[in-house]
């Protein structure tokens, strides 16, 4: 029989070697659905000629979950006991600061970190002292415990389809349609700023989802509004040696600027960005994934 201090080393080792895992498992995941859009349904070749659809059957909770189990088992097979669980919550509430302060957080994304912090810190003692959790806990304590936390990350991992759809359908906007809506248009009212950009004696406003406007800014005291650029997905905008470049969804757009009176698409790159049917829906509003379908085009509203 190994002795108790050479046991507890071999475990501690093989905590760190299953949050090897599992942390590399979440890398894979954002391989598999959120890197560049689909990286393997994008470029692998045999992806593309089996037209293989990938579906995160997670919805997107995988990644905070994987990231929680992961760090908690390691930290108990770094530290001590109490340390370990100490840094295993200040983890937890960094994570959920952190989704506060950028603005995305997401219920089932919180549940399933907590889910995560809990399973790790639950198995790495049972794993630690397994001689003496078996001898103080019967079997069907854990077994009822073990699959509490199961369901648990089962609720949290299925996210909006645990609840449903919230009863409306993608509107979408053909790719045809979206390559074509670039448009110079008569000024209009502002409202909705999300970016601003200043180039020469020009103001550029992006109006998110919708467009640009283009203001005079001469007179920085009182610019003057002067049209409107249709650009259907736009959220972002830089401009370089009179050449704007813009966002259009998944696309991106080019425009001239050598002759403010004469503004026009020079170039569109395509399928630049990460298809998002969320993109111009507001945070409450929640598809029924069988309605989803990245071949109609983009999502522009819901119905």
Avoid at 4 to 19: D, E, F, Y
Avoid at 188 to 205: E, H, N, V
Avoid at 209 to 232: K, M, Q, S, W, Y
């Amino acid at each position: 029989m190994q002795p108790i201090s050479a046991r507890h080393s071999a475990r501690s080792k093989a905590l760190i070697v299953g949050a090897a895992v599992i942390l590399l498992a979440g890398a894979f995941y954002y391989l598999l659905f959120r890197w560049h859009g689909d990286l393997l349904a994008r470029h692998w070749l045999w992806f593309a000629e089996y037209r293989v659809t990938l579906s995160d059957p997670t919805s997107g909770t995988f990644p905070a979950f994987a990231h929680m189990l992961g760090w908690s088992l390691l930290a108990f097979g770094l530290l001590a006991k109490r340390n370990a669980v100490i840094t295993t919550v200040v983890m937890l509430l960094m994570t959920a600061t952190a989704e506060f302060t950028l603005g995305i957080t997401d219920p089932a994304d919180l549940l399933a970190a907590l889910a995560g912090a809990l399973s790790g810190v639950l198995v790495s003692i049972a794993l630690l002292h397994r001689d003496v959790v078996r001898r103080r806990i019967s079997d069907t304590v854990i077994a009822v415990a073990l699959a509490g936390f199961s369901g648990l990350f089962i609720s949290a991992s299925c996210g909006s389809d645990c609840y449903g759809s919230s009863g409306v359908s993608p509107v979408y906007l053909s790719y045809t349609e979206l390559r074509r809506s670039v448009a110079v248009v008569d000024a209009r009212p502002l409202s909705a700023i999300k970016r601003l950009y200043l180039y020469d004696d020009y103001l550029f406003l992006n109006k998110r989802n919708a467009g640009i406007h283009i203001l005079d800014n001469t007179d920085p005291r009182n610019p003057v509004n002067l049209a409107f650029i249709e650009i259907p997905g736009n959220t972002e905008i830089s401009i370089r040696d009179n050449f704007l470049y813009a966002d259009s969804y998944v696309d991106l757009v080019t425009l001239d600027l050598s002759d403010p009176d004469n503004i026009y698409e020079a170039n569109r790159q395509i399928d630049i960005f990460p298809w998002d049917e969320y993109q111009n829906v507001s945070d409450d509003v929640y598809f029924d994934y069988t309605e989803i379908d990245q071949n109609r085009g983009v999502v522009v509203a819901y119905e």
